[in-house]
Structure formats: C-alpha cells, structure tokens
C-alpha cells in the first residue's frame, strides 16, 4: 500500500488559485501549484467594506493570486486572503507563472528536437539550473550574451545548436536609465580631456553609449537587465568621469533623466 503525502502551501505564502465554488461565506478554491488542494476565502477577506454579493467579486472559474494565511494539514484546512495581496506580489507572482510556463515550453521544445534520453535531459537540466538558477534564466542568459556562456558546460553539441537558437528566439527584458552630463575644463586641451574622460570610463561596454548634446552637455544611455545592476554599473561610471574632470580644474554636474522598463516578450 502506498501512502501519498500531500503538500501543504507555508502561511504567508502567495499562491495561485482557481474558484471552484461560491457560498455566502466566501468562495472554495483550488490551488493551482498544489495538486489542486482545496482551500477557503472567506468573503471578509476578499475586499474591504461589506460585501453582500460574492458573486459580484468572483466568477468560478476565475484566477486569483491569494496570500495563505492559515494551514491545518491534520483537517487539510487552508484560509486565504485576496485583499491582503498588494500589487507588488500580484505582479511578481504572475510573472513567476508566466515563465514557469515559458520554461516549460522550452524544455518541451528542446526535447523534441534533440534525441536525448530522460537520464541525459535531466543531467542538462541539472547543469543549467546550477549554473544560471533556472532553464528560463539559461536561456535568457544566451540570447542576451550569446552562446559562448555556456562554454565549459557539459552540454552535449547537438544541445548547444538548439539552444542557441531558441534562446535568440526571447526578449530579454531590460531597463534604460539615463542621465546628463554637464561637463567643462577651461584648459586650452579641455575637449581633449572631456572626451578621454568619457570614452576611457565607459570603454569595452557595449550596454553603455555618450552622446554630444552640446556645451557643455553629454547624455549617458545605459541599459541593464534590472534597475539594481544598472545603477551598480552606473556608479563607477559616474565617479571615473567626475574624478578625472576635476582632478584638471574642470567642473562635472551630474542629472538623472526618466528612467524606463521593457515589458517581458
């Protein structure tokens, strides 16, 4: 006799569901990332204020993203919260489903071109989750740096040429910020000094382009996969140009200018 151990979502836990069924009390829903297990909105935890109709909140069928707030797994009881989901965590937790499907889609992809065996697409997998946290994440990782990233990666040949080429296939989200320069040195060679300043500290990244406004000012584009790392590149930048502009008597001034995001392809 095999017994089946169930898993149970963590309070806390956002996750997402599907509405079975609507009572006066709430509505029973089933969770989507858990075997479909059954949990409980009551209807004070679907919106704030009185509500006299649930139905008008929720149609079976419909999805939501629920916050867990209390697990029972001895009486498989499980309470959830819509209202108390904030934007952010909706957002983040239907991006995580949309690439969970996209993984899937290119795991199924990769199959069904390569003659793998499931021992070798596990091993593949395996190597790619360790190196880049997920398939999705590898894939991403390719068609922004190219192929050559995963060099030294036991990955068989065959596998490379597949991946390469799906990989070029995505839109790899990114954010532009930019910002102006405000830059002058009185020395008779002060273009000389400006110029060098900016190509010597922006030199070797393709990611970053300076252009010529006019005197005194120079716009920085510069685009990353997130706002993080864009400004974590940003910084050294903006230290490099500023320290050797003064360093012979000139002035630097610094304007950040709107920053902006891609959607996801």
């Given at each position: 006799m095999t017994t089946t151990v169930q898993d149970f979502p963590e309070v806390g836990e956002i996750v997402i569901a599907t509405v079975t069924r609507i009572v006066d009390q709430g509505a029973y829903v089933s969770l989507d990332e858990f075997n479909k297990i059954q949990g409980f909105l009551h209807v004070s935890e679907i919106a704030t204020g009185w509500i006299r109709n649930v139905a008008k909140f929720l149609k079976v069928g419909e999805k939501k993203v629920l916050l867990v707030k209390r697990v029972d797994p001895r009486r498989s009881e499980i309470d959830l919260s819509l209202k108390q989901v904030s934007s952010d965590q909706k957002k983040k937790k239907l991006l995580e489903i949309k690439r969970g499907e996209k993984e899937e889609a290119l795991?199924?992809?990769?199959?069904?071109?390569?003659?793998?065996?499931?021992?070798?697409?596990?091993?593949?997998?395996?190597?790619?989750?360790?190196?880049?946290?997920?398939?999705?994440?590898?894939?991403?990782?390719?068609?922004?740096?190219?192929?050559?990233?995963?060099?030294?990666?036991?990955?068989?040949?065959?596998?490379?040429?597949?991946?390469?080429?799906?990989?070029?296939?995505?839109?790899?989200?990114?954010?532009?910020?930019?910002?102006?320069?405000?830059?002058?040195?009185?020395?008779?060679?002060?273009?000389?000094?400006?110029?060098?300043?900016l190509i010597d500290s922006t030199a070797n990244k393709k990611e970053i382009s300076v252009t010529y406004i006019g005197a005194p000012k120079y716009r920085i584009t510069l685009t990353a996969p997130n706002f993080k790392e864009a400004e974590k590149e940003l910084k050294p930048i903006l230290s490099a140009v500023q320290d050797a502009i003064e360093k012979k008597g000139g002035t630097f001034k610094f304007t950040r200018e709107e920053s902006k995001k891609t959607r996801e392809g």
């Open positions: 795991i199924e992809n990769l199959k069904s071109r390569i003659s793998l065996t499931e021992s070798e697409m596990g091993k593949l997998e395996n190597v790619l989750v360790e190196k880049f946290g997920s398939v999705y994440d590898a894939f991403s990782e390719v068609s922004a740096k190219g192929i050559s990233i995963l060099d030294n990666l036991s990955i068989p040949p065959k596998a490379l040429t597949v991946i390469a080429e799906l990989g070029s296939k995505i839109q790899v989200p990114h954010v532009e910020i930019r910002g102006i320069f405000e830059i002058t040195c009185n020395k008779s060679n002060g273009i000389e000094i400006i110029k060098s300043a």
